[in-house]
């Protein structure tokens, strides 16, 4: 299992995208909104709903199933943990966003123009079309409103990663990957792999010194 995942390992940056974007369409960051039973997680004042946990594992779920094919069965699934997984990702894209808003983080009505009009799934021969944006957007039942509070929730997820990786220190990463390779090529793969692992314990780091400061609370038990 461990080399099929390192072969798609580029498909993991597309589910971290879909986790994104399913709690924030489906209204992860309600405040009080709902009654108790119906509550998974709560983030601080946030609340994320057992409906919108089983649209994201749902999508998720079919993503994997799409990469791996008959394997990926009730087994596979457990092993993995993907429940625990997925409810965990959707708490911890909460705590950055929560963390963003404390220090000020914002995204401007030129960057969000920017990401929509260079969005491909809005384009026709290569320009943006507004007509293919709104009628996308009235297939998939999302208004203007709500896919703009996507984008610069997703916007201001990225500008907190990209933060938060530039404390990374990367002077110790040329030193090592010499010393393991003297071939160009490897060497720079190799590169790019310790720097990607040091950037993503940074980020894990940060989201878990992070939720010391707010109270989060989960009940497994809605989504066993």
């Known amino acids: 299992m461990l080399k099929l995942m390192r072969k798609h390992a580029k498909y993991f940056y597309v589910l971290f995208f879909i986790v994104i ?5 489906w209204g992860i960051g309600n405040v009080d909104r709902t009654s108790e039973k119906d509550i998974v997680a709560e ?18 779920y079919r993503f994997y199933r799409e990469i791996y094919k008959d394997k990926f069965n009730e087994d596979m699934e457990k092993k993995m943990k993907l429940r625990e997984k997925v409810l965990d990702s959707m708490v911890d894209e909460q705590v950055l966003l929560i963390a ?7 995204v401007n009505n030129e ?15 290569g320009i943006f079309d507004k007509n293919i944006y709104i009628n996308r957007l009235r297939l998939n039942r999302i208004t203007v409103g709500e896919y703009e509070k996507s984008k610069i929730n997703e916007l201001t997820l990225t500008k907190m990663k ?11 990463i040329t030193l090592e990957t010499q010393q393991l390779s003297s071939d160009e090529s490897a060497m720079n793969m190799l590169k790019d792999t310790l720097l990607n692992q ?27």
Do not use: C
């Open 43 to 60: 983030v601080g004042k946030y609340k994320i709903t057992t409906d919108e946990y089983w649209r994201t594992y749902e999508n998720i």
């Open 198 to 224: 040091k950037r993503e314990m940074a980020v894990k780091s940060y989201i878990e010194g992070f939720k010391k400061k707010i109270k989060i609370k989960t009940d497994i038990q809605l989504i066993s």
């Open 162 to 172: 990209r933060l938060i990786e530039l404390s990374v220190d990367t002077s110790d």
């Open 21 to 25: 974007l399913s709690f924030i369409f």
């Open 100 to 106: 963003a808003k404390e220090i000020g983080i914002k």
């Open 111 to 125: 960057e969000l123009h920017e990401a929509i009009t260079h969005e491909p799934a809005f384009m026709r021969d």
